[in-house]
């Protein structure tokens, strides 16, 4: 028996067919199933892909078991607390963290990038009223692939480069738009002299001419401490290997269609509630419950098998231990609590909810951990966010990982098509 292979046998007919094992240099080892149709004339089943590598990757190492994540081999804890959102998107993309003068120079061509062209900006106006922003976002994002129509041919390291630096940037933007024209207040185009993190908050809450709401005490100004924690919160959505929104931006990319239109799936993709759209539901699930003396109501309605009701913000495909981010996000709610106005009510039902679960036989079993999108809710509202933003604010963060894994995808020339196939189970 050869090493590094594994052997199957039909039980049917007896017969053995071996397979190349694929080693990682972290986590589990893969077997090379491409030959497997060819070899036996039988497809393999994976509902939901619990136990299929889709491709091989460098960018993000997830070991779910003891709830750790790394970008580029740099554990996110120490990203989260040393390092800002840019320097995170440019390790993402430059397989390492940029020197003092490499980060200047990025930030600022960051910041330049982030206005929009002017018909783009027209093409808002053609959404209705009261639109979810996450609809007009993805709209938009698939509409700025025919204002750069050329990155459909991109074949080089620069163009890669630039083509990522321009949608990262202009992200925040897009999302702004979105969100001021679902309230039909009008646009606030970034200013170049503020961060990444303090422009997007400028954008949401400026009012024209980029004064800031006005109180009886004088103008709310932007605090320090809230532009810190967005920054943070920007750098733990970064990237998270090859989860559904990633897998549907590299599924895209394999067609040959447009980057920009690639991001746009994946937008769409994250909108749902099993996955980025969460974050909004965790808020809208706490307000909902109420109040501490209906907590254990709603967690019997979890744990019963005839209700579809699941607590949100709770479990993960991959963490079966805390979700680091979460664990980062937990700490930083606890710094904001005295200088921003945390929701106490809201914590008081979420720290419930987290307490009973963490001791029930039924999360125990199943290791329901609470994930990402149960701490980021508490912690928008406290930065004044609209609850139709957290998930735009995801995006903000994800984009850098979207690209960075489409040009992943792009540069290795062993990648096919996505194209699973079926059971036929029809007439
Ligand atoms: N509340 C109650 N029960 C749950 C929950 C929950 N939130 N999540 C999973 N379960 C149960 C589920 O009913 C099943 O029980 P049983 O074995 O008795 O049938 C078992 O746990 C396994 O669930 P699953 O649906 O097979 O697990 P999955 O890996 O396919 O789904 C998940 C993962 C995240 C979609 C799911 O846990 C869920 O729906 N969570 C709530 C939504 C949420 O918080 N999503 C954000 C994920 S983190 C952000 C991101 O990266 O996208």
Not at 11 to 21: A, C, L, S
Not at 109 to 121: A, F, M, P
Not at 238 to 260: F, K, L
Request: hydrophobic letters at 35%; proline letters at 4%.
């Amino acid at each position: 028996m050869k090493e590094n292979t594994f052997t199957m046998i039909d039980n049917q007919t007896g017969k053995r067919y071996e397979f190349d094992v694929i080693q990682s240099t972290r986590g589990p080892s893969a077997i090379d199933i491409s030959s497997f149709y060819s070899q036996t004339g039988k497809f393999t089943y994976d509902n939901g892909f619990t136990s299929t590598a889709s491709c091989k990757s460098e960018i993000t190492f997830i070991d779910g078991l003891k709830g750790e994540l790394r970008y580029r081999g740099i554990e996110i804890g120490e990203l989260a607390t040393k390092h800002s959102y840019l320097e995170t998107c440019y390790l993402l993309l430059n397989e390492r963290l940029p020197n003092k003068q490499e980060l200047a120079e990025f930030d600022l061509e960051i910041r330049h990038r982030s206005l929009l062209h002017e018909s783009l900006r027209h093409l808002f106006q053609a959404f209705p009223a009261g639109a979810h922003p996450m609809a007009t976002l993805s709209s938009a994002t698939a509409a700025l692939s025919t204002f750069y129509y050329d990155h459909l041919n991109i074949a080089d390291e620069d163009g890669y480069q630039e083509m990522a630096r321009r949608i990262i940037a202009k992200m925040p933007t897009l999302a702004a738009f979105a969100y001021r024209h679902s309230i039909g207040a009008p646009f606030i185009h970034p200013d170049i002299e503020r961060s990444f993190s303090e422009n997007f908050l400028y954008m949401i809450r400026a009012y024209p001419g980029g004064t800031m709401r006005i109180e009886l005490e004088g103008e709310k100004k932007i605090k320090d401490i809230e532009i810190e924690a967005l920054d943070t919160i920007f750098t733990l959505h970064a990237d998270h290997e090859q989860n559904a929104s990633t897998t549907t931006v590299r599924s895209v990319a394999s067609t040959g269609a447009h980057p920009y239109v690639a991001i746009s799936s994946g937008i769409s993709a994250l909108w749902g509630r099993a996955h980025g759209g969460a974050n909004e539901s965790v808020i809208a699930q706490l307000e909902m419950i109420g109040s501490v003396e209906n907590v254990d109501k709603y967690i019997a309605k979890a744990k019963d098998p005839n209700d579809p009701f699941r607590l949100m913000g709770f479990g993960h495909r991959v963490y079966k231990n805390f979700d680091p981010r979460a664990k980062i996000l937990k700490g930083l709610q606890d710094q904001l609590k005295d200088e921003l106005q945390l929701d106490s009510r809201l914590m008081e039902i979420a720290h419930k909810i987290e307490d009973i679960a963490l001791h029930d036989e039924y999360f125990i079993k199943r290791n329901l951990y609470p994930n990402i999108d149960f701490y980021s809710g508490v912690i928008f509202t406290a930065l004044g966010i609209p609850r139709s933003m957290f998930t735009p604010l995801f995006v903000i963060g994800r984009t850098t990982g979207w690209i960075t894994q489409w040009i992943e995808f792009k540069k290795d020339r062993t990648m096919k098509i996505a194209r699973p196939r079926q059971i036929y189970i029809g007439e």
